[in-house]
């Protein structure tokens, strides 16, 4: 099984994790399930960019991000090349380390 590698990030997870998950999952659905709570005002069908998150290594070890997910990247905060939306990057057998932006542009969270 893969391991997600989650720098700190204040709020979300202040001392950083590690956390496993099967392939064929995606990183939010993983982060939720080990009590990482990322933002996804959209329940996880690529229509918002509250569960943007940076990866730092293993980006390539995912699957490809396709047209609708690019176009709504455009609109996340602090936006990089290895921008991803968590609910839309489906893991493989690789491990990968993510950053969780410190902002969204959510402007009400949302308690799921």
Known sequence: MPVIKVLPHPEYCPEGAEITAPAGTSICEALLENKINIEHACDMSCACTTCH?????????????????????????????????????????????VEIPKYSINHAKENH
């Open 53 to 97: 998150v940076v990866v730092r290594e293993g980006l390539e070890s995912l699957n490809e991000a396709e047209e609708e997910e690019e176009d709504l990247l455009d609109r996340a905060w602090g936006l990089e090349p290895q921008s991803r939306l968590s609910c839309q990057a489906i893991l493989a057998g690789k491990d990968v380390t």
